[in-house]
């Protein structure tokens, strides 16, 4: 299985930048798309930004213009730069990654790391 594991969460004040980095391990053969996604306090867990293997990216609207996705597909990393973060960018950021297995898809989540926009 993919082991995910995130780094570069923490407090940063509103205007600020933080990179987010992630890390897949162990059974990394036909990895497809990988992401991040988000959950705030009761809320549900949403798409913050995708890249599939041939690097075609996806944002959601909330973050067009300030999140960078990226990848590195020689090291399996993905990372996310945001900036111009905002308070309502709080949450707990997780990576995900797709691993194709024959007819099927399987999904991959890394333990999250939490960022705090605020003064």
């Known amino acids: 299985q993919v082991q995910l594991v995130e780094s570069g969460g923490g407090l940063v004040q509103p205007g600020g930048s933080l990179r987010l980095s992630c890390a897949a391990s162990?059974?990394?053969?036909?990895?497809?798309?990988m992401g991040w996604y988000r959950q705030a306090p009761g809320e549900e867990r949403e798409l913050v930004a995708t890249i599939t293997s041939s690097g075609y990216t996806n944002y959601a609207d909330s973050v067009k213009g300030r999140f960078t996705i990226s990848r590195d597909y020689a090291k399996n990393t993905v990372d996310l730069q945001m900036n111009s973060l905002k308070p309502e960018d709080t949450a707990v950021y997780y990576c995900k990654a797709n691993q194709l297995r024959g007819l099927y898809e399987y999904d991959y989540w890394g333990q999250g790391t939490q960022v705090t926009v605020s003064s």
């Open positions: 162990r059974s990394v053969f036909r990895i497809t798309a």
